[in-house]
């Protein structure tokens, strides 16, 4: 059974900085597979923040561009992401994915 688990949230002032983790545990290829970072904001959807593939290669979300940055330690079966400048509407539960799977989410707040 694979699991995953995001740690690394907070509460943080704007303009600050958080580092989220996602480790997933279990049988899984973890190096053949994309992994994806989503949030949702309080009375929203879940929306599609940013992606690594396999071949590190990354994609996001235009709001976040040039402010996160996601990256992935395959020895660790780990995928970071690293959020700097951070803004009072990256407030949200953030949840990675891969293969259809979930994580239980970690709370981020940016305060004003």
């Known amino acids: 059974q694979v699991q995953l688990v995001e740690s690394g949230g907070g509460l943080v002032q704007t303009g600050g900085s958080l580092r989220l983790s996602c480790t997933v545990l279990?049988?899984?290829?973890?190096?053949?597979?994309?992994v994806a970072w989503h949030r949702q904001a309080p009375g929203k959807e879940r929306r599609w923040v940013a992606t690594?593939?396999?071949?590190?290669?990354?994609d996001y979300v235009d709001s976040v561009k040039g402010r996160f940055t996601i990256s992935r330690d395959n020895a660790k079966s780990t995928v970071y992401l690293q959020m700097d400048s951070l803004k009072p509407e990256d407030t949200g539960v953030y949840y990675c994915?891969?293969?259809?799977?979930w994580g239980q989410g970690t709370q981020v707040t940016v305060s004003s």
């Open positions: 994915t891969t293969v259809r799977i």
């Open positions: 279990g049988k899984l290829i973890f190096s053949t597979k994309a």
């Open positions: 690594i593939s396999s071949d590190g290669s990354t």
